[in-house]
Nanobody, 114 residues
Framework: VQLVESGGGLVQPGGSLRLSCAAS????????MGWYRQAPGDERELVAT???????NYADSVKGRFTISRDTAKNMVFLQMNSLKPEDTAVYYC?????????WGQGTLVTVSS
């Protein structure tokens, strides 16, 4: 499974960004896909995930501001981020999990600053 993120960048507080993740390979093996982030000095944390059935899960810190979605025909997963805050600054990773292992993209940097 290969995952490639895009869409990161610099945005002002209160602004919006949309991240995209293109998946290829044995994606049929994935039980869920999602977005994770890692700020400098912190551990990687879950942001939002979507199961194969479409159920979603969000970190409390992003509920009501971020939305995960997918386009199954194009094998893509998206993260719409609204009302961004400086504390959302991090490298965002697309992740996919199968029974056997986890897969990660290379990450895309999101910086929220005025």
């Amino acid at each position: 499974v290969q995952l490639v993120e895009s869409g990161g960048g610099l945005v002002q507080p209160g602004g919006s960004l949309r991240l995209s993740c293109a998946a290829s390979g044995s994606i049929f093996s994935l039980t869920n896909m999602g977005w994770y982030r890692q700020a400098p000095g912190d551990e990687r944390e879950l942001v939002a995930t979507m199961s194969r059935s479409g159920s979603t899960n969000y970190a409390d810190s992003v509920k009501g501001r971020f939305t995960i979605s997918r386009d199954t025909a194009k094998n893509m997963v998206f993260l719409q981020m609204n009302s961004l805050k400086p504390e959302d600054t991090a490298v965002y990773y697309c992740g996919g999990n199968s029974i056997a292992q986890s897969y990660w993209g290379q990450g895309t940097l999101v910086t929220v600053s005025s």
